[in-house]
């Protein structure tokens, strides 16, 4: 946390509270990783606890006294089932982030759209590729020419989908519940269910995967949703690692039907040395950083200390959690 916020939540809560302030790593998976022995200690007894994805260590510490958890994160990881059953109310970070995650999947799109992989590729090997890309061997493509799917329609997939329609993209989408729409204003193709999976992949260019990780969706952009893609297609997962399949994508990559994939998720973080994607020409790997930018703690510190407010004043919290959807 930058300095000075500590000082701030300390002052927010008031006379009357002890905030105690744990160092240490956190993943960035919505777990938080195992929880430290300080961070479990610090819990047992707590009443809120703040932090980057919440341990389930911590949960269980604290599981007769917290009350109310939030993460700095936009996934919420698997600890819901403890939460679900002491009454816990969980909030995340969800709309912190999609901003500047949307901002990431339209540079991505761009980056293989526009075959900037391949000026870098050249210029690295010290090639001047003027011919590769004036008799289109390189096929470069417009962005408005791009039909854009998103999977996953909430925070994140609304700042994209807003984006791609400004840049004249055509948008479709797919979500737990198409009856709650798009972006204000409109403007997507069609909007369907998760059973309409199959034909958003059929009608993307760029398929972008911005859904919640839970029950229903880990793993199931496999092989047989890869395989519905139009040729050239592009592959984008800001979500979770675990619901897109890596072999299935390579397989994808090496037969040609990929044009490239930009993944700033994966099942294993941090991502495996010698994995396939570590060297990879056609794949673009970010370590799960899509959300950072230098506006983060100011969105951020806003939340907490907004929640921190209607928290005493005992009024509805913001991003509450659906502890039965997981988002």
């Not at 790593?25 to 195992?34: I, P, R, T």
């Not at 004036?134 to 962005?143: C, Q």
């Not at 020419?145 to 909430?154: E, I, P, T, W, Y």
């Not at 034909?199 to 880990?218: F, G, K, M």
């Amino acid at each position: 946390m930058p300095a000075g916020l500590v000082s701030r939540l300390q002052s927010a809560l008031g006379t009357g509270w002890e905030m105690i302030e744990v160092e240490d790593f956190a993943a960035s998976d919505g777990e938080g990783g195992s929880g430290s022995a300080a961070s479990v200690v610090a819990a047992n007894g707590a009443e809120v606890y703040l932090g980057w994805g919440i341990p389930p260590g911590v949960i269980t510490a604290g599981l007769d006294t917290l009350r109310w958890v939030h993460t700095a994160t936009a996934g919420v990881g698997q600890s819901l089932s403890a939460l679900r059953h002491q009454g816990i109310v969980l909030t995340n970070s969800a709309g912190v982030h999609a901003e500047p995650m949307a901002d990431w999947v339209i540079a991505a799109v761009a980056y293989f759209a526009r075959g900037l992989d391949r000026l870098v590729e050249a210029q690295r090997a010290g090639r001047w590729i003027k011919e590769e890309f004036g008799n289109l061997e390189i096929p470069v493509r417009e962005l408005s020419g791009l039909r854009v799917g998103l999977f996953g329609l909430g925070g994140i997939g609304t700042a994209v989908a807003r984006r791609a329609l400004g840049l004249g993209m055509s948008v479709a989408g797919i979500r737990r519940r198409p009856e709650r729409g798009g972006p204000d204003g409109g403007g997507l193709r069609w909007i369907g269910g998760f059973d309409a999976l199959d034909r958003l992949a059929s009608e993307s260019d760029a398929l972008v995967i911005a859904t919640p990780r839970t029950d229903q969706t880990e793993h199931v952009v496999g092989r047989r949703v890869l395989e519905r893609l139009p040729a050239g297609a592009i592959v984008v997962n800001v979500s979770r690692g675990a619901i897109l399949d890596d072999t299935a994508l390579l397989e994808g990559l090496a037969a040609g039907r990929i044009r490239g994939a930009a993944l700033d998720v994966f099942a294993t973080e941090p991502l495996p040395a010698g994995h396939p994607f570590w060297g990879h020409p056609r794949v673009l790997l970010s370590p799960h950083v899509s959300a950072v930018t230098t506006r983060f703690w100011e969105r951020e510190s806003t939340l907490i200390l907004e929640n921190i407010r209607r928290y005493l004043a005992g009024e509805p919290l913001r991003n509450v959690v659906d502890l039965e959807t997981g988002y």
